[in-house]
Structures are given as structure tokens and as C-alpha cells.
């Protein structure tokens, strides 16, 4: 069974500076997708990203890149420029690639200060 | 666009008793999915569907049942409710593609059994 792992229960960081949130997993597979979602108090599930493991190239949106590290099975989310509406519980989550089998593995979640 | 709607949001339940809890979407994705967060922890899959009528166990499914009737709707049964069912249930739903599409979730139910 694939599991993921996030090794920092818990990780704070200066407003304006950039943090990494660690996360890796285990599998026997080659095609996989793998995610990170935040979870503000609000306790609502956003994606934050996506990457898909045959695509060697990191995946970025806006403040938020990951990298990815497919042979050490490593997938950390880098926030550049932290704000304010950062503060949440990230979690790292895994899919295999195989159709009617989409499931969500999760790993346990860092939850990320901010410090003003 | 309402997205995927669970109700309610907060519930207390007396050991024994039992409920259902209600996940509606309208995206009209096939694939729906039931979590529960414990404190401190990722979410566990406890059932899914792959489209009306067909439903499957996932990680933790004892002590829950589904039923998947239309595409929109996906409820959660609790039958003799239990103090380890005190938790946050997510529904969820995605579009079926094997390209990784991102699953859409509720805000939460959170079930509190006393």
C-alpha cells in the first residue's frame, strides 16, 4: 500500500519569507499524481497544486512550486513571499494513475505559521 | 456554483443512535468519495463510488454504509453511532479521467457522538 509521509508536524515562517514543507512517499508504481492541499481554519480542502510524475519539469503556481524528486520519492511545497493567508494545515497527498482506482492517499498534514 | 454541499455541518449524536449524512453535487462528476480527519491527521478514505449504483469500501469502512442512487447525490450512514466515529467527514467528487484530476470537497461535517 502507498503511504506518505510529512516528517514536520509543524513549521512557522517570517511574513515576506520563503518556507519548505517536506513530504515523501512510497510506492511501487511509475505513473502517479501527486498533491498538495491547504486546509485554513476555515477547515475547507483547497488544492494548492498538482504534479504528475512522468513530467520531470516542477510544478508552479503563482507563490507555490514543489520539487519534485522522483527516484528519492521526495515532494516538498516551496512558498515564496509568505502572507497572511498562508496559515493553514498543508497536506501531501498521492494518486495512482489507473482508471476507477483514483483514491487519495494523504499524508498527516504540517500545519504552517505565519508571523507577522 | 455550488460545488459539493454536505449537511449538516456540526452534529451531536448519543452512542447508539444513528444518522445520515448528506453530500450533494453539481459538477455531475461521476466519481464521489467519504473521509474522515481525525484531530491531528490526514483524511481516510472510508467509501467511494464510481457512478450511480456502484459503491466500493476504502481504508476504514466499518460501522458506515452508502448508497449512490443518482450521480448528484452520496450519503453516509451511521448505524449505531460510536464514541471512535467522533471525527470530520468529507465528501468529495472528481471528474473520472486517469490524468490526476483534483478532487472537489465539501466544507465538512463535524460529528461529535457522546
Known amino acids: 500500500a502507498q503511504t506518505v509521509t510529512q516528517s514536520q508536524p509543524e513549521m512557522s515562517v517570517q511574513e515576506a519569507e520563503t518556507v519548505t514543507l517536506s513530504c515523501t512517499y512510497d510506492?511501487?508504481?511509475?505513473?502517479?499524481?501527486l498533491f498538495w492541499y491547504k486546509q485554513p481554519p476555515s477547515r475547507q480542502m483547497i488544492l494548492v497544486i498538482r504534479q504528475e510524475a512522468y513530467k520531470q519539469q516542477n510544478a508552479t503556481e503563482n507563490r507555490f512550486s514543489v520539487n519534485f524528486q522522483k527516484a528519492a520519492k521526495s515532494f516538498s511545497l516551496k512558498i515564496s513571499d509568505s502572507q497572511l493567508g498562508d496559515a493553514a494545515m498543508y497536506f501531501c497527498a498521492y494518486e495512482r494513475s489507473n482508471f476507477g482506482n483514483e483514491k487519495l492517499t494523504f499524508g498527516t498534514g504540517t500545519r504552517l505559521t505565519i508571523i507577522p | 456554483n455550488a460545488g459539493v454541499t454536505q449537511t449538516p455541518k456540526f452534529r451531536i449524536l448519543k452512542i447508539g443512535q444513528s444518522m445520515t449524512l448528506q453530500c450533494t453535487q453539481d459538477?455531475?462528476?461521476?466519481?464521489m468519495y467519504w473521509y474522515r480527519q481525525d484531530p491531528g491527521m490526514g483524511l481516510k478514505l472510508i467509501y467511494y463510488?464510481?457512478?450511480?449504483?456502484?459503491?466500493d469500501k476504502g481504508e476504514v469502512p466499518n460501522g458506515y454504509n452508502v448508497s449512490r442512487s443518482t450521480t448528484e447525490d452520496f450519503p453516509l450512514r451511521l448505524e449505531l453511532a460510536a464514541p471512535s466515529q467522533t471525527s470530520v467527514y468529507f465528501c468529495?467528487?472528481?471528474?473520472?479521467?486517469?490524468?490526476?484530476?483534483?478532487?472537489?470537497f465539501g466544507d465538512g461535517t463535524r460529528l461529535s457522538i457522546l
Open positions: 459538477m455531475n462528476h461521476n466519481y
Open positions: 463510488s464510481v457512478g450511480a449504483g456502484i459503491t
Open positions: 468529495a467528487s472528481s471528474y473520472p479521467t486517469n490524468r490526476g484530476q483534483p478532487q472537489h
Open positions: 510506492t511501487s508504481e511509475s505513473d502517479y499524481y
